[in-house]
């Protein structure tokens, strides 16, 4: 009775857990979706939810990586500066083996937002160019638009101005098609900077002024002010002036006009206004930024050089210059910095090209390695396939030179009985003839054979080995030995087959002489191999002889025997 209760028992609890786990999995669904719906209007509400309402370590899968992708994105929305790439790389990891073009674009861009804020620029602008690759034929014109922009930034950074230009001009197009005023902007804001910085004064002026076009109040007040800057370089002091008081009236505190202030003071100092130099210039020494601090000394000190009041000329010029050695400091440092991202990013992009390099000339060697194989495969394949022919053919010939023979014979018998008319003479001397014609032929085949085998044959390393050890030049070495057998066997498959018919078990050193004599030698050579007599040569022949026909008979009936295996 228990266990027909335990296995329903056993269903039932299995049933509740998988409804547990799908309603869990549903709910992180729907806060994931719906964070991503808040990221772009409400970030901070996104980021709250993403906190707060999902356990990342209850996630697997696509879920795990998309919490880990929009967590990053919505800390980034919000101004959190990143400290480690570790969920990023999780999101990157599953999307790149993930057909996920769109996703994988977003999440290499966070990637180098999350590689620029931890301290590599160049790392990270690697990776907004491979966001770039992979949403090659995305319609999110948008992110496209904060791809370029950063990649803008980022070459004005390294300063390659021109390069830097392009792709804010790209970022602006994508921010103009989506009418994003906002990106339009700021966009034509930068792209004004990096002239101003390749000191193209009127090019500047246009960008600046076509950012003015473009209606936004978070960019307005930074405009204006940078706007002013470029009218005072062209001397137009009038509208400088009207530029940068409006910059002032936008300003949400003294850290934000401080360097409005600053540009103010130049301005009233270079019109010669100097109390109206001197009380906006006063207004940004307590900035928190050094370079707007030693602005304000600079020009403080040479307002009073110009007005002789030396005690307060030589103490703000003292001021300036500790101010500008800690500037120069940071400066030294920051290209220390710049340095060493350089050489970090050049090492790691050294060790990638060597991985690389490593991985396609193992791929080249096993492409090698295999079209070698089937190569040599085809080969063998091939030579077996001739050299079974080649056997076949021979056997044939061999057979049918025999049946001629029998055949002949046979004919010869029956022309010897005297009952014979003269008519079947005849027939019988002509299919002898035939017969005898036939012989003819295949010996004349053998014997061209015989004749292309021995010419291969001296061209062959043994038959220089052999020639060597002839003329006392080397001994008659074991190995000499293999080799003739090795190549006597290839080139005339039959003749150990013979060998072994005639006789089975022949003695090894009357086998090396059956060899020799096959390929051509004569008792002299032989002789001149073995240093021996000739006496001692015949005597071996006609040992060899008796062995495979079990008559002794001369050396040169040995030859002849020995040459028609």
């Given amino acids: 009775m228990k266990q027909k209760l335990l296995f329903p028992g056993i269903l039932i609890l299995y049933a509740l857990l998988t409804t547990v786990s799908c309603q869990r999995n549903n709910s992180a669904s729907s806060i994931l979706l719906q964070a991503e719906q808040l990221m772009e209007a409400r970030p901070d509400s996104a980021l709250c939810l993403l906190e707060d309402s999902i356990q990342p370590a209850t996630l697997s899968g696509k879920a795990h990586a998309d919490w880990c992708l929009l967590i990053t994105q919505a800390r980034d929305k919000n101004w959190v500066k990143h400290t480690s790439d570790s969920l990023i790389s999780i999101a990157c ?27 590599s620029a160049l790392l990270a602008q690697d990776y907004y160019l491979k966001a770039l690759e992979v949403g090659a034929s995305s319609h999110n014109l948008l992110l496209k ?75 307005r007040k930074s405009v204006l002010s940078e706007l002013g800057t470029i009218y005072i370089k062209k001397k137009e002091y009038e509208q400088a002036l009207s530029c940068l008081h409006e910059s002032l009236l936008l300003s949400r505190n003294a850290q934000e006009a401080a360097p ?47 007005e002789k009041n030396w005690p307060a000329y030589a103490s703000m010029q003292r001021i300036y210059e500790e101010l500008n050695d800690s500037m120069q400091h940071i400066k030294n440092t920051d290209q220390i910095r710049k ?56 056997e044939q010939l061999a057979k049918q030179l025999h049946t001629n023979k029998s055949r002949i014979t046979e004919l010869e018998t029956q022309l010897a009985d005297s009952t014979n008319t003269q008519e079947k003479i005849d027939s019988l001397l002509e299919q002898i003839k035939k ?21 291969k044959f001296e061209t062959s390393n043994i038959y220089g080995q052999l020639i060597a050890v002839i003329d006392g030049k080397d001994p008659w070495r074991l190995t000499d030995q293999r080799s003739l057998k090795k190549w006597v066997d290839k080139e005339y498959p039959f003749f150990i087959r013979e060998v072994y018919r005639h006789c089975p078990f022949l003695k090894e050193d009357l086998k090396i002489l059956a060899y020799l004599i096959r390929v051509g030698f004569d008792s002299k050579e032989i002789r001149q191999i073995y240093k021996v007599r000739e006496q001692t040569v015949s005597g071996w022949k006609r040992e060899l002889h008796k062995s495979l026909t079990g008559v002794a008979d001369s050396a040169k009936g040995v030859d002849e025997l020995i040459r028609s295996f």
């Fill in 339 to 394: 340095a060493n991202d350089l050489y970090h990013y050049q090492q790691a992009e050294h060790y990638k090209l060597k991985h690389l390099t490593s991985q396609r000339n193992a791929y080249r060697m096993t492409l090698i390695t295999l079209l070698l194989l089937g190569g040599i495969t085809a080969l063998y394949i091939y030579f077996r396939k001739w050299r079974k022919q080649k056997e076949s053919q021979l």
């Fill in 145 to 219: 638009g904060f791809i370029y922009n950063q990649i803008g930034e980022l070459y004005t950074y390294q300063r390659f101005y021109n390069q830097a230009i392009e792709y804010l001009r790209q970022a602006f197009n994508c921010y103009k098609q989506t009418d994003d005023i906002s990106g339009m902007s700021f966009t034509m804001r930068d792209i004004g900077r990096v002239y101003h910085q390749l000191d193209s004064i009127d090019a500047a002026l246009e960008a600046y002024q076509e950012a003015l076009r473009y209606e936004h109040p978070n960019s």
């Fill in 435 to 455: 017969l005898e014609t036939a012989n003819e032929e295949i010996l004349l085949t053998k014997k061209e054979q015989e004749k292309s085998l021995a010419g």
């Fill in 93 to 119: 990891h599953y999307y790149e083996k993930h057909a996920d073009p769109e996703r994988l674009m977003l999440t290499y861009y966070y990637m180098g937002r999350v590689t620029h804020d931890t301290g």
């Fill in 260 to 306: 409005v202030c600053l540009t103010l003071g130049r301005a009233f100092r270079e019109m010669g206004e100097n109390d109206s130099a001197r009380f906006y210039l006063y207004k940004c020494i307590d900035s928190k930024k050094i370079e707007t601090q030693a602005g304000s000394y600079y020009h403080l000190y040479h307002l009073n050089r110009d």
